[in-house]
């Protein structure tokens, strides 16, 4: 129903920033509240950042807060995540996810409660 791709990963030096894009399949992207995750080696899936379905409200996770930025433009049917002051820390495969959704305002930051997932971008920050 929905199709996630991912892009925007890179290499770059620590302090220095990255946006990530997620382009949905299109007819319903607007129903769907969005997530950022991210997976470093060895460790689980973790919350980064969620957005509700309008957009009016965003959640964070500690560890990023006043760092990185959760958007959307549902006009473009497209999800960011605008990273900077990139740590080595914040290494690793970054997934957006969808959650269906008829509440305009709620937000998920739980894996399992997500219904698409995108294939994931590396992002890898070096000291």
């Known amino acids: 129903q929905v199709q996630l791709v991912e892009s925007g990963g890179g290499l770059v030096q620590a302090g220095g920033s990255l946006r990530l894009s997620c382009a949905a399949s299109?007819?319903?992207?607007?129903?769907?509240?969005m997530g950022w995750f991210r997976q470093a080696p060895g460790k689980e899936r973790e919350f980064v950042a969620g957005?509700?379905?309008?957009?009016?409200?965003?959640y964070y996770a500690d560890s990023v807060k006043g760092r990185f930025t959760i958007s959307r433009d549902n006009a473009e049917n497209t999800a960011y995540l605008q990273m900077d002051s990139l740590k080595p820390e914040d290494t690793a495969v970054y997934y957006c996810?969808?959650?269906?959704?008829?509440?305009?305002?709620?937000?998920?930051?739980?894996?399992?409660?997500?219904?698409?997932w995108g294939q994931g971008t590396q992002v890898t920050a070096s000291s």
């Open positions: 299109g007819r319903t992207f607007r129903l769907y509240a």
């Open positions: 957005i509700s379905r309008s957009g009016t409200t965003t």
């Open positions: 996810g969808a959650k269906f959704t008829t509440d305009s305002a709620r937000l998920y930051s739980v894996s399992g409660q997500f219904d698409y």
